[in-house]
């Protein structure tokens, strides 16, 4: 019975999920946005959870390869390189319109490449060095994007880079909506079952690598690293994975946001934005899944929904109060009462619960 009520559950959850962007849809499509928004979060969260999840390495620098990506799906979509070198220009006349299974797989690739650039020299390093060493990784290359536009322009600094493309798939445009039977599917709508097609496809690989050899080496990393090394695990190069893969899905996530916004720049990808990827898998349960989604849904969405709640506050106080700091006042009241009530999660594993009640008994 509890086979067919999960069996019952997943096809709920599906329905209601593919059902979704058309009922918000009705609503407006700032709300649609929101989903899109929220979806690309869990990319980002099950990315880093791989990292301070299964790993427990304290990564706050993730936003980095988010910018990675976004910034090259924005340079091989855009008319940027071509208005600025006319040696490209005259090698793409018409415009460097790359197709996207090019500029996916040169997103993931570079962001995992730079993801074993961080991880090599921080081997050594646990806890708060970790933490503080990706820290000033992320801000670096936030820097380097905002002033790589002198003396040659590469990112265009903090002007951004605009008109990118929108993605294209045998022949449909996602910037462009689409009328089914009389019915408009908008475009941001389109963009969701994409986002959606990609989380579903990241969970599974997610699940099967906390399955494998490999997620329960890291796991053993993450309990106890000398016990491991001990146990003949080749420590170095599983960090050195695990900082590559959890890269990877934050190039993927990156490439998907510049092509949904049509504009980046590197306020985009600041400080801030790290700190709330790792909130989210704290949040929402370190290492187990369903929590890890739960917690990207929430803090992505809410801060949104949240908007609706601050205006009215703020007439209340005739004005007094900035709805803005209304909102993040907010938000990290949320997050607090969530620390207090459930210190390991919205959502945390069941294993872990299990191990804690045995303990005390």
């Not at 220009?89 to 690739?109: C, R, S, Y």
């Not at 994409?194 to 599974?204: H, K, Y």
């Not at 906390?210 to 796991?219: D, F, I, K, N």
Request: charged share 10%.
């Amino acid at each position: 019975m509890k086979q067919q009520q999960k069996i019952i559950a997943f096809l709920l959850a599906a329905v209601g999920l593919l059902v979704l962007p058309l009922v918000l849809q009705s609503f407006g499509n700032a709300w649609v946005r929101i989903a899109d928004m929220a979806l690309l979060y869990v990319l980002l969260s099950l990315g880093l959870n791989i990292v301070v999840g299964y790993a427990g390495l304290l990564d706050l620098g993730y936003v980095a390869f988010f910018a990675i990506g976004a910034y090259m799906f924005g340079l091989l979509a855009s008319p940027h390189l071509t208005d600025t070198f006319p040696v490209i220009a005259a090698m793409f006349p018409q415009g460097m319109h790359t197709p996207l299974w090019l500029v996916l797989p040169l997103a993931a690739g570079l962001a995992g490449v730079f993801g074993i650039l961080l991880g090599a020299p921080t081997l050594r390093l646990r806890g708060d060095y970790l933490a503080i060493v990706t820290l000033g990784f992320g801000e670096i290359i936030r820097v380097f994007l905002n002033n790589l536009d002198y003396p040659v322009n590469i990112t265009n600094g903090p002007k951004g880079l605009s008109q990118i493309d929108s993605l294209h798939f045998f022949g449909l445009d996602l910037g462009k909506k689409v009328s089914i039977g009389g019915f408009d599917l908008m475009s941001v709508s389109l963009y969701y079952y994409l986002f959606l097609v990609l989380v579903v496809f990241s969970v599974v690989i997610c699940h099967r690598l906390e399955l494998s050899r490999v997620g329960r080496a890291w796991m053993a990393i993450r309990e106890d690293e000398i016990a491991a090394k001990a146990m003949g695990i080749n420590t170095r190069n599983l960090k050195l994975l695990a900082f590559g893969m959890g890269a990877t899905f934050g190039g993927v996530s990156g490439a998907m946001f510049a092509a949904f916004q049509g504009f980046i720049s590197p306020e985009s990808f600041s400080l801030m934005e790290s700190v709330m990827i790792v909130a989210m898998v704290v949040l929402g349960g370190v290492g187990y899944l369903p929590g890890v989604i739960l917690g990207a849904v929430l803090l992505s969405a809410l801060p949104e929904v949240l908007r609706y709640v601050a205006g009215p506050l703020q007439a209340m106080t005739g004005g007094r109060l900035d709805s803005a700091i209304l909102r993040q006042l907010l938000i990290a009241l949320a997050m607090i009462s969530i620390m207090l009530l459930r210190p390991r999660g919205l959502w945390p594993s069941p294993e872990h619960g299990k191990s804690l009640a045995n303990a005390k008994t």
